[in-house]
């Protein structure tokens, strides 16, 4: 069992910056493949950020490409979301969510998830 709690988010200005955390307990991260992704009402779930088990392959969507940034310490057991120059559609619940038996992940099913941390952007 793995245990994910997200924080860092908040309110912050269109431009502006935010850095999310997830923290894991239960379980090594090291076997997981783990994603940022994030819901909003209306939207369909987005996967915003890949990151492979070893962290040395990521992936991101182009609604965020150049400004997201997601990296991982599996002796912290950490994944990390840097997200600048953050727009208004970035406003939605951001998620980690871990996934086994596989070096990277790219659908929108985990095995772990955690409860989201709300990111607003205001214009």
């Not at 490409?65 to 912290?76: A, E, L």
């Not at 057991?77 to 997200?83: C, F, K, R, S, T």
């Not at 996934?99 to 409860?115: A, R, V």
Request: with cysteine.
């Amino acid at each position: 069992q793995v245990q994910l709690v997200e924080s860092g988010g908040g309110l912050v200005q269109a431009g502006g910056s935010l850095r999310l955390s997830c923290a894991a307990s239960g379980r090594s991260l090291s076997t997981y493949a783990m994603n940022w992704f994030r819901h909003s009402p209306g939207k369909e779930r987005e996967v915003v950020a890949a990151i492979s088990r070893s962290g040395t392959n990521t992936y991101y969507p182009d609604s965020v490409k150049g400004r997201f940034t997601i990296s991982r310490d599996n002796v912290k057991n950490m994944v990390y979301l840097e997200m600048n120059n953050l727009k208004p559609e970035d406003t939605a619940v951001y998620y980690c969510g871990a996934k086994s038996g596989f070096i990277i992940w790219l659908g929108n099913e985990y095995d772990y998830w955690g409860q989201g941390t709300q990111v607003t952007v205001s214009s």
